[in-house]
């Protein structure tokens, strides 16, 4: 029989108050039996609407059949056509806007929980499947994946399934990108980043890490010393953007992105860690996207007192719906129509508050949200002793400066020519936030994907002259 309920199957998670104090995974997952039950209010629509907001194109419907009949391994089988991340896109994806965003279900209710549903299965099957994936046959070419974040990963699985001998290039230590170091080990443990990539191993594909290409290798030396026919650059966008006020080098201000790979990939929070995050009582995170979300937890996790600060209003904050949601039961608090303008410092160069303005939201701008305007006579001062900014990222120049021909935007983005991930250098494509500039894991993936495809039927026609 089918579900006709309009709510979702609810997710299991942590109580708020216990959750704040700790690093363990919010949300618990589905049981087997909540996933047949939510399985069940899918309609496999004629259309199959979410699909086309899915941007790897996960054949949806017919996985979700599959766990409504239990059969989660051949639910599996089905995602991992597409997919190279499932038990990460299942965590993190924007599915509100994506695939449940498209789901019919959605119109006269909540839509299917796909996302959850994605996580279950591919949750059940690194718990009990011990079976490893066959590697394919080499078909004799090799390529390079530069970065190995999302996008990077997602290209180099795609071409390591259909025989391609590839070789992933890491900066840092350890492998996963924006996986490892940006998002917080309560949305996406870990072990979980590492059980991907340890399935893309097993097909066949190499990391290498410490390997910082532009400065270690540079993009013409992979391909004209070590034999790679083709160079994909998923390098990301780690590059932090600052506001440019007062009081911005005091000790005690940080970018969300090294406070980010402090508490993540260098795990500040512990006791013994190695590079321990100095204690703060109050925290002031400046953004209002996902990234600033997560700054504001792991700060709300260290015991701190912490205050989003965003210049426009509830409404228009960028960050998921859930992410919000769960920061608020939290216990952060929101300064929404204020706005930063100094940060101020005491005697020995530390943080000891910040100064704001209340904005008021006048006519659209470009973007066609309310441009924020600053009320007059309207300055303020709060106590804080750490300010964290989220304010987006940008790419690296250093691949730019090391590599002749390749085109960039005028704030560093990496110029495509089409969805193929082609640049203006012949042999190199690029995808993710390299080019895009920072947006969600699953837009790097769909690029990752897409440059695979268009790398394989580069290789695959010369090969046929």
Known sequence: ????????????????NVRNRNFKEVSLGYTPEQAVEEAKRCLNCKNKPCVGGCP???????????VAKGEFEEAYKIIAKSSSLPAVCGRVCPQENQCEGKCVRGIKGEPVAIGRLERFVADYHNNNSTEKPERPESNGHKVAVV???????????????KGYEVTVFEALHTAGGVLVYGIPEFRLPKKIVQKEIDGLKDIGVD?????????????????E????????????????????????????????????????????????????????LRAAVIGGGNVAMDAARCAKRLGAQVDIIYRRSMEELPARREEVHHAIEEGINFRTLTNPVEILGDESGNVRGIKCVTMALGEPDASGRRRPVAVEGSEFEFEVDCVIMALGTSPNPLI???TPGLETKSWGGI????????????KVYAGGDAVTGAATVILAMGAGKNAAAAIDNELMHKEEE
Do not use: W
Request: proline content about 6%.
């Open 415 to 426: 110029v495509t020519y089409d969805e193929t991930g082609h640049t203006s250098k012949d």
């Open 225 to 280: 010393d070590f034999g790679f026919e083709a160079v994909f650059i998923g390098s990301g966008a780690g590059l932090p953007k600052f506001m440019g006020i007062h009081g911005e080098n005091l000790k005690g201000v940080y970018s969300a992105n090294e406070f980010l790979t402090r508490m993540n990939l260098m795990k500040a929070y512990k006791k013994d860690g190695e590079t321990p995050v100095e204690h703060t």
């Open 56 to 66: 790897v194109r996960v054949y949806i419907p017919d996985f979700i059949a599959e």
């Open 400 to 402: 730019k400066s090391t």
């Open 147 to 161: 970065g190995s974040g999302p996008a990077g990963l997602a290209c180099a699985g795609d071409l390591a399934k």
């Open 1 to 16: 029989m089918p579900n006709m309920s309009k709510s979702k199957t609810p997710m299991p998670e942590q109580e708020p």
């Open 207 to 223: 990391v290498e890490t410490n390997m910082v290409i532009g400065k270690t290798l540079s993009v013409d030396e992979l391909l």
